[in-house]
Nanobody
């Protein structure tokens, strides 16, 4: 599976962005799709994950209530809708794919494939 994240940009605090993760390859619905982010000088951190058929969704406490993860298996794509953005959300955002994984796992080590990342910058 190859992943490509897109949709990043620069917004003001309180704004919204929608990230996309496009996948190529087979059996997209067999993969948990996770979103992670990495701010300068910090470790990569879990943001959200969605199970293969979308029945299980998990968010970090930092984004719960503001972000929404979804997927469209017919299009082999996943999305991260980010609302009420804060300056502390500034980071490079990555999507990852975990074959037959568990959407409650928050470690990036569980993931088999990664996209290249897309920059999100939120100004105050």
């Amino acid at each position: 599976v190859q992943l490509q994240a897109s949709g990043g940009g620069s917004v003001q605090s309180g704004g919204s962005l929608r990230l996309s993760c496009a996948a190529s390859g087979r059996s997209f619905s067999n993969y948990v799709i996770g979103w992670f982010r990495q701010a300068p000088g910090k470790e990569r951190e879990f943001v959200a994950a969605i199970s293969g058929r979308g029945g299980t969704i998990h968010y970090s406490d930092a984004v719960k209530g503001r972000f929404a993860v979804s997927r469209d298996n017919a299009k082999s794509a996943a999305y991260l809708q980010m609302n009420s953005l804060k300056p502390e959300d500034t980071a490079v955002y990555y999507c990852g794919a975990d074959y037959m994984g568990n959407a409650y796992y928050t470690s990036g080590r569980e993931y088999d494939y990664w996209g290249q990342g897309t920059q999100v910058t939120v100004s105050s």
